[in-house]
């Protein structure tokens, strides 16, 4: 039976993808940690508090529990990172770090560790963008993400670590709420609509951006970790994208349900980001 660890369980993908996890292979067979208490996840299942870069206390969950997977979702997103650059890297590498050296100590026998647009730039082809094509990222996440998918690449090649990836672009759900992400206006978006019927958008109206609902986020995910592991053959991280749309397609969709609903574009500092990726 395959022990899961889930690490940023809190977070908005982590979240959702534990939920799926634990509907496919049981509440007790799927543990849920984070670096914040999760309330409910301790109620549900096993929950552990951990910071994934401490390499020690990783460890010490793994083989509590005897861990076979890990999807490593925990991480300092786009808008955030450009804040606080130093931070991002040491999170989001060393995370990444710390769970390859695992596979590598075969303590685990599988990862899953997601990618992103970002780590396209404004050199990459904006229409039908190839799985292998121009990455020259402009942004803090951006750099780290294609950092962590030569890392990936080079742990599969060098000690045959299965690990597998996607490329997520913007990710919309419901249950929570993102955080410090250039995409998260597409989930704000509805909730103020229904809360104050007003929205202050930070991209501009006509910004196009590739997005996918979280239910279709969640069941490629889990696909692509039942595939057997000699029918991957891109261990960096693959394309996946679903549809596109722009804050002002949104913002008349809704309005088609909430006649009363107002949006103001105030484009800030996430606008540059948004406009380096196709």
Not at 59 to 81: I, R
Not at 131 to 151: D, F, H, S
Not at 236 to 250: A, D, K
Request: aromatic share 10%; with cysteine.
């Amino acid at each position: 039976m395959e022990r899961i660890l889930v690490i940023g369980a809190s977070g908005q993908i982590g979240a959702e993808m534990a939920s799926g996890l634990r509907q496919k292979f049981g509440l007790e067979n799927v543990i849920c940690s984070d670096i914040r208490p999760a309330g409910s996840w301790s109620e549900e299942g096993p929950f552990e508090l951990l910071d994934v870069m401490d390499r020690t206390a990783l460890n010490s969950v793994v083989e509590k529990y005897n861990v076979t997977q890990v999807y490593l979702l925990a991480a300092l997103l786009s808008a955030v990172a450009e804040e606080k650059p130093e931070l991002a890297w040491k999170l989001n590498m060393e995370g990444l770090f710390n769970v390859l050296e695992l596979a590598r100590e075969n303590k685990i026998q599988k990862i899953f560790w997601p990618s992103s647009i970002a780590v396209f730039g404004p050199t990459t082809p904006r229409e039908q963008t190839a799985q292998r094509t121009i990455t020259e990222p402009n942004t803090v996440y951006g750099i780290g993400k294609l950092a962590g998918e030569r890392w990936c690449e080079y742990y599969h090649q060098k000690y045959g670590a299965d690990v597998r990836g996607l490329r997520y672009p913007g990710i919309v759900g419901s249950k929570t709420m993102p955080g410090g992400g250039t995409t998260d206006y597409a989930v704000h978006i509805f909730h103020q609509a229904v809360k104050t019927r007003a929205y202050t958008c930070f991209l501009n109206e006509d910004t196009r951006l590739p997005m996918m609902y979280m239910p279709d986020a969640v069941r490629a995910t889990l696909e692509l970790m039942d595939a057997p592991a000699d029918r991957i053959s891109i261990r960096s991280s693959y394309n996946i994208t679903s549809m596109s749309f722009t804050p002002g397609e949104i913002a008349r969709e809704i309005k088609k349900h909430i006649p009363d609903f107002e949006v103001i574009y105030e484009p800030d500092r996430r606008q540059k980001i948004a406009d380096s990726w196709p």
